[in-house]
Each structure stands twice: as C-alpha cells, then as structure tokens.
C-alpha cells in the first residue's frame, strides 16, 4: 500500500463509488445520486465528504444504523411547505428528493420550505443549495448531526456539527457558495486528520476537563463518549464570540428538528440507552427562492457579481495575495482535480482497498 497521496482520475472514482454501492445493495438510481454528492465534495476540495466516507457508509448499512433502499414519504404538503420522512434511507437520497420539491414549489410560488426527518448523513451540504442555483435559485440548507459541540461554557458535545450552507446565482463562472459547520471546524476534519496520524490545532478539542485536545486518534472516540467536544464557531467563550457560533448551531437544530418533530440534541446518537444500535433520525432544512418572483434574474446577478467583485478588490493585509469571495475556491479546485484527478491520502486508500476487498470489487484498479 503507497504511503504518499495518489490521484485517481474522477471517471475511475465514479466507475469505483457506483459498483460499490450497488454491491452494498443500493439502487442503481440512488446510487447515481450518493456518487454525485461524494465526488461534488471531492471536486471542491472537501476531503472530508467525498469518496472518503463510501466505507462509513458501507459500515453504518452493515450495522443497521440505515437501510440501503430509501423509501421516501411527504407526510404534511402546502403549496409551499412540505414535511419529508426519509424512512431512515441514504440521506443523499432524502436531501436530493427534499430538495427538488422545493425547487418545483418555489417556481410556482416564489419561494419553498422543505423540512425532512428521519434520515441519515447527507453529505457536503452546499451540494443541496447548488441544486437550486442551477435553477436560477437561492437555496439554502442545514442538517442537524450526532452531538459534538459543546455549548459555550460547557464541555459535553450537545449540538452536531450542524452546518449553513447558502449559494446563490452570479454573473461570473461560479456562483456564490458558502457552506460552514458552526462548529470551529466540521467532525470530518478530525477525522482526516486522524487518517493521517496528524494531531489536530490547539484549540479545536475542548476535554471534560476543560482542556484542549490535540490527539486526533483518541478525540472521535472521546466524543462519541461525550468526553471531548468540538468547540462553536469563534472558540472557547465569549471574547472571541464562541456564543455566536453556539447560537447559530442552536439555530440549525430548531430549524432540522422543531419544523418537523425529530430527533435534536441527545437523541440523535446510534446507540439507544441500553447500547443497542438505532437509526439516527437526522433532520435537514431546505430553502428555495426563485429570484425571478423578485427581480429579473439578469439583474441579480449583475448585482451579487458585483457584490462578489467589490469584495475581492478591498484593500489586503499584509503579506496576502488576494481576496477569496465564497464559492471561488471550490471552483479553482473543481478545475485542478477534473484536470489531474482526485487525491486520495494513504488512510483513504487503505479504507478503499479494505471495502474493495469485503465488496469483492477485484475488477477495479485504482492504482493501488
């Protein structure tokens, strides 16, 4: 097994991702979909999202945590609302359904909420609001998620990671693209990092004792245990506005959980309080506005290009070389990677040839 980076071009990935789910029993539509999501993630340079979740997933199925087949039903339906039951299925599956019936709601009526319960993971968030922006769209979406943040001033991981991810139409070759956790970074990124047998910066892990954690193999496993957290966007309390960040996950959960009476919080852990596996029972939150209801399309664009534009042209600090508007980044990277493949790290290749392996996927050579 190599211990250096490899690129792997994005058809053999894809041609990998597909096989790969169809053998773990998932439909070959659906799995046209979670392969989409996965290599999206991968392609703007989300590692922690892409291909290197394809095993997590193979193992959560395995486990009974989520079924392979989705079968997705609106519960409650307005002209411009609807409540989604995921049926515990693949969450890609759930968030890309969600998603394009408030995308039909919206061109009716302007403007369309989708709340959606029972599901599971659902990848690298903005995949869902770029959905709508393709439509000429602003489209929002969140997901609550296992608890790891700790509440300002407190050390047990209450909140998910709990993402915001918004995007919206532009006059330049990208659009506008932000997605964050509300956490100082997303759990995936410890994850990464614990692939790597890298430590991960002072700062990020809050113990029971109210100490970093820096220790990246133990920090999953400590927070699945509820004995470390991750720390809210601007950090340990208030000075640097740790309470905004926990305000805004508070936000996501009421917005994933309260519109549609979920899981949220302490319930949304794998194991029940016997320590027998259950379903997750994560919630998304889905927002779609059609711009034409407000103003003609050419004309936002034209104005939040130029919005994107103003901002990149501010003066710099000292040292840097430019400005970064989000959703630029994602786009530079998308060319770099359609261009030279995606790189995989030697702790993904290694969960790639183990699934490879118990999927029996021997036909497939990805180059290592």
């Known amino acids: 097994m190599a211990e250096l980076n490899l690129r792997v071009p994005v058809v053999t990935l894809v041609e990998f991702m597909l096989d790969a789910l169809a ?50 039903q609106v519960v409650k339906e307005t002209g411009t609302t609807a409540v989604v039951d995921g049926g515990n299925g693949m969450g890609m599956v759930v968030g890309n359904h969600a998603m394009q019936l408030a995308i039909g709601k919206a061109r009716e009526h302007g403007l369309a909420a ?13 995949y869902y609001p770029m959905m709508a922006v393709k439509e000429g769209m602003v489209g929002m979406s969140m997901t609550n998620a296992h608890p790891s943040i700790a509440p300002t001033f407190g050390v047990q991981p209450m909140l998910g990671t709990n993402p915001i991810a918004v995007g919206a139409p532009t006059d330049e070759t990208f659009p506008f693209l932000f997605d964050a956790a509300t956490a100082i970074v997303p759990r995936g990124k410890i994850e990464v990092a614990a692939r790597a047998g890298q430590p991960v910066p002072d700062g990020w892990v809050i113990g029971r004792d109210g100490t970093s954690q820096t220790d990246s193999r133990h920090i999953i496993g400590q927070m699945n245990q509820g004995a470390a957290a991750l720390l809210p966007l601007g950090g340990l309390g208030e000075q640097l506005g740790g309470h905004k960040g ?30 027998r596996p ?7 939150f889905f927002l779609a506005m059609d711009v034409a209801h407000f103003i003609p399309l050419a004309e936002f664009r034209r104005i939040t290009g130029q919005m994107m534009r103003e901002l990149r042209s501010a003066t710099l600090a000292p040292g840097q070389a430019r400005i970064y508007t989000a959703g630029e980044k994602e786009h530079e990277n998308m060319q770099l990677v359609l261009a030279q493949g995606v790189e995989i790290p030697p702790g993904v290749q290694k969960a790639l040839d183990a699934l490879r392996r118990e999927l029996a996927l021997s036909g497939h050579d990805l180059g290592f």
């Open 23 to 72: 053998a773990m029993g998932i439909p070959a539509d659906d799995a046209k979909i979670i392969a989409d999501v996965l290599i999206t993630s991968d392609l703007w340079g989300i590692r922690s999202h892409g291909v290197a979740h394809l095993k997590m997933y193979h193992e959560r199925i395995q486990a009974g945590l989520q079924l392979p087949v989705t079968r997705i």
């Open 114 to 126: 989708v709340a959606v319960r029972n599901s599971s993971h659902y990848g690298v968030a903005g």
């Open 246 to 275: 926990f305000g805004l996950a508070t936000t996501v959960e009421i917005f994933t959980a309260a519109f549609q009476n979920g899981a949220y919080l302490s319930g949304l852990h794998d194991v029940d309080s016997q320590g």
């Open 278 to 284: 259950q379903f997750l029972r994560i919630g998304h």
